[in-house]
């Protein structure tokens, strides 16, 4: 989370004596020598060349896991760049950048400071800046000007630790959706509704947009509501309730995404103008750094040439850490055996069972003889689009064996509803059910299921195949395959074989302790900037993945002796080899690990359905078929916009809202239930008896006292009324709860705390702002619930 009152310094008047910024670019005063700084951001390090204040060349790189040959690659490009001159490198900026600077003997420039100098070069108008970066985002808020004409810095404030809401949470989410950052950028700004999803952390934000986007919500949808709630999250925990001076300016390599521009002019209420993207944004550190050099009486520089031949022939040195055993101290572990199915000609398929796994990360198809015997499986990355993903497995199906016509289907997974409703599907139910057939099919002697999918995990108790117990994992989605697939991304492997290689090769494999996937991010940075090799970092992945899935998912519960890894983790090697050294006995992995959900609930199909099939299929060129509307919700002020897909046999999937009068349901499910809600609204029943004896007064009213629709204010309405009546004390209430009370209380709620107190600020503020000035806010001790005393 963003953490402000943990890293917020008001009153850092000129930063370290550093002005703000200069009030003109003709006002910098520079030699015409070629100065060039380096800004070691967490995912990316940038390279820039001054002359007289103009850049002269710039260069940037991702770092990909590899520092040393990232640095070394930006000073060797930025060398070529300028062939004839002569150029000193005179700083470097960024975080952690001080070990760097250092090394090779130059200014180190503290990371705000250039900034600041570089906001106030590139657009001196600007009254605040904000920088969003990799994984740290900044707001600097600047104040008059000196005599001299440069703004001094008055306030900051920086993310905490967690950096959700950066570059590279954006980056991730649009990899997942197989989009490139541009088309992502493109898609969110040319968006016609608005979405509403969990912005405050990162792997929140990410389960909650698979979900929606497993139910039918258009992608560009998605993609402006994951910018808008990013927006929204820095408003209230970066720049905080105060309305920052106009012009804002915005930098930072995100500053090249047009959702996110768009989205901070809507949540910070700008107007044109007002927001102010230098075209040098992704470079504004470096260029600062360089003219904060230049300013210090004193200062250390290098020749680039130099500085090139030293990060070429020695490496920075590296910081202590603890070490863990290897993953394979004896050499690489045998393989695990791979099921495959049983070879049949290309033929039509008739009388068999159908099971599709639709994952958030994968979707995987089993074909079932009609004895149970598997005959085809094949998986295909959902990629957030499962209709795509289930009309290419069936596709696959159909090229290998022509025509086929199941007896029965079944659908499981977090897509299964949406999925089963459009392509006639049997059966569906929930994976704890599904993987545990999948697993007794096989291994009927199994006590205990692992599985670790790309979203979700599982803890799966069994007794002679019967489920008797289970866990999953909350909202948090660390520890599960696509966090395994994130971190290699940044340490710039594969996760298909490269990762394993890595892994297993290491001799020394770091500790990095069970974190979320936005820490974990963080951390990997910063031990790359250490110079921590690759290979043990992705052997301390490895076992992180291990602990945190027995920490948060296993947690008090014992597994038994007989224990079965499932779920498309457990085909990596360096995993197994994790949870083997961690759980001192050995593992065995199902031979149809990735499948082990589609099998089951096709065998479960098989035992379920009696009648024909209503299965009709769904191949990809129906797709284009596929219709999606949106209207909204008139049934209370949330005024929800719900998303009607309607699919080619012209059923209809109803997905959106915040309670569940449409979402998740099909055409079926909706039927009765949706006239019997609109003829008994429990909501309106439950007000009408909470505000049964209110006599409110007028808010001028002398002595008026303000109750807060809120928390046990709300649940004890009658009591305190009553009260108040008997003693004759006038009073009034705030207003129901709408969207603009919840994000007026956002703002305001200056640390993280759960909704409901969230709303509750948002409550006394209308009070507040509705004149009064007693507000009751009674302390309930402890609170008896029939013969239950609560506290």
């Known amino acids: 989370m963003f953490s402000p009152g943990r890293s917020r310094r008001p009153g850092n008047r000129g930063l370290h004596g550093a002005p703000a910024g200069r009030s003109s670019r003709r006002g910098l005063v520079m030699s015409s020598d070629l100065h060039a700084a380096l800004d070691l951001g967490s995912t990316a390090i940038k390279a820039v060349a001054l002359r007289g204040g103009v850049v002269a060349a710039q260069v940037s790189r991702p770092i990909r896991g590899r520092l040393q040959p990232c640095l070394a690659g930006v000073l060797e490009e930025l060398s ?66 000196t005599e001299t004409g440069n703004r001094a810095l008055e306030d900051f404030a920086v993310n905490g630790a967690c950096s959700a809401g950066t570059g590279a949470f954006l980056e991730q989410e649009a990899h997942r959706f197989g989009l490139s950052i541009e088309e992502f950028a493109r898609r969110a700004a040319t968006s016609q509704h608005s979405v509403s999803i969990a912005g405050r952390c990162a792997v929140f934000a990410k389960t909650d947009l698979v ?39 915005l930098v930072g390599g995100v500053a090249a995404n047009g959702g996110v521009r768009r989205a901070v002019i809507e949540t910070l209420g700008l107007d044109q103008g007002e927001l102010v993207v230098p075209n040098e944004h992704a470079l504004v550190g470096a260029i600062g750094a360089i003219i904060a050099a230049r300013d210090l009486p004193t200062r250390s520089e290098l020749p680039l040439a130099e500085a090139l031949a030293r990060v070429r022939t020695s490496a920075p040195p590296a910081s202590p850490r603890v070490v863990l055993s290897p993953l394979a101290p ?20 008739s009388g ?44 696959a199906l159909e090229e290998r064996h022509g025509v086929v016509s199941p007896a029965a289907v079944g659908v499981t997974g977090s897509g299964r509803r949406f999925v089963a409703e459009l392509i006639g599907a049997d059966f569906a139910v929930n994976e704890i059910t599904a993987h545990a057939a999948g697993c007794a099919r096989y291994l009927p002697d199994a006590d205990t299921v692992f599985d670790i999918g790309g979203q979700d995990a599982k803890y799966i ?27 290699a991304t940044v340490l710039g492997l594969d996760i298909v074989g490269e990762f394993d290689h890595e892994a297993l090769r290491s001799r020394a494999p770091i500790e990095l302790g069970e ?14 900037q250490e110079g921590c090799a690759r290979e043990d970092l992705a052997a301390g992945l490895a076992y992180a993945v291990v602990r945190n899935y027995l920490g948060r998912v296993v947690g008090r519960h014992q597994p038994g002796r007989r224990i079965v890894f499932q779920g498309g983790v457990a085909a990596n090697g360096a995993v197994v080899a994790a949870l083997r050294m961690v759980l001192g006995h050995d593992v065995t992995v199902h031979p149809f690990n990735h499948a082990a959900g589609a099998i089951g609930v096709g065998l479960l199909a098989a035992e379920q359905v009696c009648g024909p099939s209503r299965f009709q299929g769904l191949r990809e060129r129906d797709l284009s078929r596929i219709r999606t509307r949106s209207f909204s919700c008139p049934q209370c002020s949330n005024r929800c916009t719900v998303h009607v897909t309607r699919g080619p046999s012209r059923r209809r999937f109803f997905a959106g809202g915040l309670c569940d009068r449409y979402d998740g349901r099909g055409e079926v499910d909706r039927g009765n239930g949706g006239r019997s809600a609109e003829r008994l609204d429990l909501f309106a029943e439950r007000e009408a008896a909470a505000t049964r004896w209110v006599a409110e007064a007028s808010p001028g009213d002398e002595g008026a006292v303000g109750i807060p629709r809120a928390l046990l204010f709300l649940e004890q309405l009658p009591f305190w009324t009553t009260f108040l009546n008997h003693l004759g004390v006038p009073y009034v209430l705030s207003p129901p709860t709408t969207r603009p009370t919840l994000e007026r209380g956002m703002v305001l709620a200056r640390h993280d705390v759960c909704l409901p107190l969230t709303v509750a600020y948002g409550h006394v ?23 239950v005393a609560e506290r």
Not at 103 to 131: D, K
Not at 463 to 485: D, Q, R
């Open 80 to 145: 070529r760049a300028l062939p004839e001159a002569r150029c000193m490198l005179v700083a470097v900026t960024g975080n952690r950048a001080g070990a760097c600077a250092e090394f090779l003997g130059v200014t180190h420039v503290n990371p705000i400071v250039a900034t600041c100098r570089g906001v106030g070069h590139l657009a001196p108008e600007a009254g605040a800046a904000l920088e969003l970066g990799g994984e740290h985002s900044t707001f600097l808020r600047f104040g008059p000007p």
């Open 211 to 249: 979900h929606k986007h497993q139910n039918g919500i258009p992608l560009d949808d998605l993609a402006y509501a994951l910018c808008l709630a990013i927006a929204q999250s820095l408003a209230r925990e970066v720049i905080g309730a105060q309305t920052p001076p106009r012009p804002l300016a």
């Open 330 to 349: 004896d050499g690489p572990p045998p393989a695990p055996h791979v099921g495959k199915p049983e070879p049949s000609a290309r033929q039509p398929m």
């Open 352 to 395: 068999g069972t159908l099971g599709i796994d639709i994952g958030s990360t994968s979707t995987n198809l089993a074909w079932l003889a009609p004895e149970g015997t598997v005959r085809y499986t094949h998986s295909v990355p959902t990629r957030g689009d499962p209709l795509a993903a289930a009309a290419a497995v069936l596709r």
């Open 461 to 487: 108790r069994l007794e002679h195949g019967a489920v008797i117990g289970f866990e999953m994992n909350k909202v948090c989605s660390a520890g599960t395959g696509s966090f395994l697939e994130e971190m």
């Open 515 to 528: 974190r979320c996937t936005v820490f974990m991010a963080s951390e990997i940075a910063r031990r790359l």
């Open 765 to 787: 503020d209308a009070l507040v702002t509705a004149g009064l000035r007693r507000i009751l806010l009674p302390s309930v001790a402890s609170l008896e619930h029939g013969t």
